[in-house]
C-alpha cells in the first residue's frame, strides 16, 4: 500500500469517526458514549457464539485465558446450534505446537462448512503469547483473518492493531479491592507511585530514588500498603516493555496511569471502547526524569481531576469475575468481539 493512499484511509477513518461518532463527551471514558450501552444491551440479547469441542482437555499459560474460557462456555453466549452463532471459537491449549494448530485448522477446513465461509474471519481463539507469521496456509489464514486474543502487553510481531484484542492483566498479588475511607482523603502525598518486581527496576525508576516527590519500591509487602500507596500518590508509572500489570488498580483508586514508552502502543487492553488519552498519561523514556516530572506537574488541575474521575469510572471493565458481572472485563471483552462480528460470509448455508 503506499503511503498517500495509506494517508487518504486515514483521512476517511479520522473524517467518518468524527462525524458518525459526533464529538465524545468530556464526561465520558467512552469513545463511543452514545452507542456503548444500547449496543451492549443488544449484545446481551443476541450474541451468540459457537465454540468447537476441543479435542483433549485444555491448559493455559495465565490465569486470564483460563478465566475468559470458562467464563465463555459457562455464558449464556455459548449456542450448539452454529446456525445462529456470530463467531466461532477454536479452542486450543496454550502448549499446543504451531504444526498442531495448523491441523486443527485444516481439520475445521475440511471437515466443517464454516471456515470456508470466511477463510476464518468469524472464528477466534485465545493465545497468551500471539501467533506470529507462518507460511501454512492454515496458520496464514488464522492468524490474518480470524481474532486474536492474547495477553497485554502483545509481543511486537503478533498483534494485529484493527482485529486483535488484548485480555488485560489480572490483579497482582496484593491488589487491593476498593479504596477505603481512610485512604480515599484527596491530598497526595507523592507525586507518582513506581512499583517495579524485584531486579527489573528500569533506569527511569533507578533516576528517580531518592527524590521525596516518588515512592519506588518493589511489590509491596501487603495489601493495606498498596491501597496507601495507590491513594496517597496522584500518578501511578507503569514501563510499558517492563511491567504495566497494576493499571486496573491504579485506575480503581484513581491513581491516574503515567505509561512509559519508547514506541506507540496498539495493544492497549479496550483500545476500541475506552479514551485511553482521556484517563492516562503517556511519555516517553528518552526524556528522563526531568522530563517525567515536567509533564506529571504540568498536567492543570482540572485536566487531572477529568482523568480521575474518568479513570475511575474505566476500572469497572478491568475487573475479572469468577462469575461475570455487567460491563466487567469478560463481558467488555464480548462487548470487544461483538464488535468484530460483522464479515461476509461466501457460502452461505441455509
Ligand atoms: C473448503 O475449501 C477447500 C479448498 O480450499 C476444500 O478442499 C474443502 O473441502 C472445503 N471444505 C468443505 C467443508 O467443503
Ligand atoms: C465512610 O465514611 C462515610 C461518611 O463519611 C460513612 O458513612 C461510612 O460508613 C464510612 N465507611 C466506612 C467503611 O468506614
Known sequence: MSIAFFHLLLYITLFSSLTIRSFPSPNSPYLSPKIIFPNYQNMLINFKIFIYEPNSPLTFKSPAELLFYTSLRNSPFATRNAQEAHLFFVPFSADLSTRSIARLVRGLRTDLPYWNRTLGADHFYVSCAGIGYESDRNLVELKKNSVQISCFPATPGKF???KDISLPPLATPHAPHAPTNETASGSFRFLGYFRHTVGTESTLARELIGDPDFVIESEPSDEMTNAERLSSSKFCLFDYEIDISGIGEALRFGCVPAVITDRPI?????IDVLRWQEIAVFLR????????????DGTSQDRYVRMKELGVVSSQHFMWNESPEPLDCFNTLMYQLWLRRHTIRYVRRE
Open 285 to 296: 523514556r528518552g526524556g528522563g526524569a526531568r522530563e517525567l516530572k515536567r509533564v506529571l
Open 160 to 162: 494485529i492493531p484493527h
Open 266 to 270: 496498539n495493544d492497549l487492553p479496550f
